[in-house]
């Protein structure tokens, strides 16, 4: 996924992982409905929200391009993703920790060097 859709990644503004297991029989209405009402972000922002369940071998994406939703699904093969597991939580994404999280890693890496912040000396 990342080689193939890290271009759509790279023009979305906010990408969140919704944490903990999601109901993957949801469809569209039940995940857009779940984002406004137990997370209070907006399903029509130019936002890309990830979900995964109880198996952690298989996650959606939920997006809006302006004129409807887009539901990607996959299921892996082999591996498990590393699911951040609180389940009244949200999380926004860097591109990097994306590309972790579907590389099979963790989205916290203690050893990466973190980014420093402007003017800090």
């Known amino acids: 996924m990342v080689d193939r859709w ?3 990644y790279a023009y ?3 990408i969140y992982i919704i944490c903990g297991k999601t109901d993957m029989r949801k469809g569209i209405d039940g995940l857009a409905t779940l984002i406004q009402d137990s997370f209070e972000l907006d399903p029509y922002g130019d936002s890309i929200f990830l979900f995964s369940g109880w198996s952690k071998d298989r996650y959606k994406c939920l997006y809006f391009d302006g004129d409807g939703f887009a539901m990607l699904y996959k299921r892996l ?3 498990k ?3 951040p597991k609180d ?3 949200v999380r926004k994404l860097s591109q990097q920790e994306v590309r ?3 590389e099979g890693l963790s989205i916290q890496q ?3 060097i973190q980014k420093s912040q402007k003017g800090v000396f």
Do not use: S
Request: charged share 25%; aromatic share 14%.
């Open 6 to 8: 890290g271009l759509f």
């Open 12 to 14: 979305v503004k906010n």
């Open 77 to 79: 093969d082999g591996g």
């Open 81 to 83: 993703l590393q699911w």
């Open 87 to 89: 389940e009244n939580e």
């Open 100 to 102: 972790w999280l579907l």
């Open 110 to 112: 203690p050893k990466a």
